[in-house]
C-alpha cells in the first residue's frame, strides 16, 4: 500500500465549488477505487475502474465524477452538486488475477466543507 | 442487494483476553473475505484474508473462521494487546465483479 498516494491530505471546499482530489498508484495494479468514509460507518463506494478509459459508478455515484485516462491515476472531483461532501475519502487498486481481490489503500483525503 | 453486517460496533477488553468479532454476509457467492484494520486518522491496512475454499486461516495471534453455510466469518484475536487498538472492518466480494462490500466497522479497544 506504500505505492499508493493521495494528495492533498486536507482540503477545505467552499460552498457552491468543485474540487479534485487525487489518486496515484505504481503497483502497475489493474483496478482502481473511491471510497467514502463518514464518522462511524464503513467504505461505501463511489467509483471503480477496471481498465484503463472506462470506470463504473458505486452505490454512492451522485455529485461526484472520475476519469481514468491514465493506468497509474484515478482522479476524483467533488462537484457543487454533492450536498454533504465533508467526509474521508480513500482510493484504493487491485490487481485483477483471478481470484486476487485484495484491496490496498492510500492515505486518505480529509475533505471539509466550510 | 449485498450486504455485510458486523458484530459488535463496540469491544473493550482486557490486555491478554482474546476479542471475536462476527460478521455475515449476503451473497452466497461471495469468495473472498479480508479483514482490514484502521488507527486513527490512517488507511485501513489487510491484516489477514480467507477464500471461500478454506475454512480456517492462522497468522499468529490473528485467525479468521469462515462458515459458508451459515454465511458467516469471524476474525479471533488472542493474547490482546494496546496496539490492538483500532477499527476493525470485515468485507466480502460480490458476485463477478472485482468488488468489496464493507462492513461497518468494530472499535477494538485494549485496556492494559
Known amino acids: 500500500d506504500g505505492g499508493i498516494t493521495q494528495s492533498p491530505k486536507y482540503l477545505f471546499r467552499k460552498e457552491g465549488q468543485n474540487v479534485t482530489l487525487s489518486c496515484e498508484q505504481n503497483?502497475?495494479?489493474?483496478?482502481m477505487y473511491w471510497y467514502r468514509q463518514d464518522p462511524g460507518q464503513g467504505l461505501r463506494l463511489i467509483y471503480y475502474s477496471q481498465i484503463v478509459n472506462d470506470f463504473q459508478k458505486g452505490d454512492i455515484a451522485e455529485g461526484y465524477s472520475v476519469s481514468r485516462e491514465k493506468k497509474e491515476s484515478f482522479p476524483l472531483t467533488v462537484t457543487s452538486a454533492q450536498k454533504n461532501p465533508t467526509a474521508f475519502y480513500l482510493c484504493a487498486s487491485s490487481m485483477i488475477v483471478a481470484g486476487t481481490d485484495t484491496q490496498y489503500f492510500g492515505p486518505g483525503t480529509r475533505l471539509t466543507v466550510l | 442487494g449485498e450486504n455485510v453486517e458486523q458484530h459488535p460496533s463496540t469491544l473493550s477488553v482486557q490486555e491478554g483476553d482474546s476479542a471475536v468479532i462476527k460478521c455475515t454476509y449476503s451473497d452466497s457467492a461471495s469468495n473472498y473475505f479480508p479483514w482490514y484494520k484502521q488507527e486513527l486518522g490512517k488507511r485501513p491496512q489487510l491484516i489477514i484474508d480467507?477464500?471461500?475454499?478454506?475454512g480456517e486461516k492462522k497468522d499468529q495471534r490473528i485467525a479468521v473462521t469462515l462458515n459458508k453455510t451459515a454465511k458467516h466469518f469471524s476474525l479471533h484475536i488472542t493474547e490482546t494487546q494496546p496496539e490492538d487498538s483500532a477499527v476493525y472492518f470485515c468485507a466480502a466480494s460480490i458476485k463477478n465483479t472485482d468488488k468489496l462490500i464493507f462492513g461497518t466497522g468494530t472499535r477494538l479497544q485494549v485496556f492494559p
Open positions: 480467507i477464500r471461500s475454499n478454506v
Open positions: 503497483l502497475n495494479h489493474d483496478a
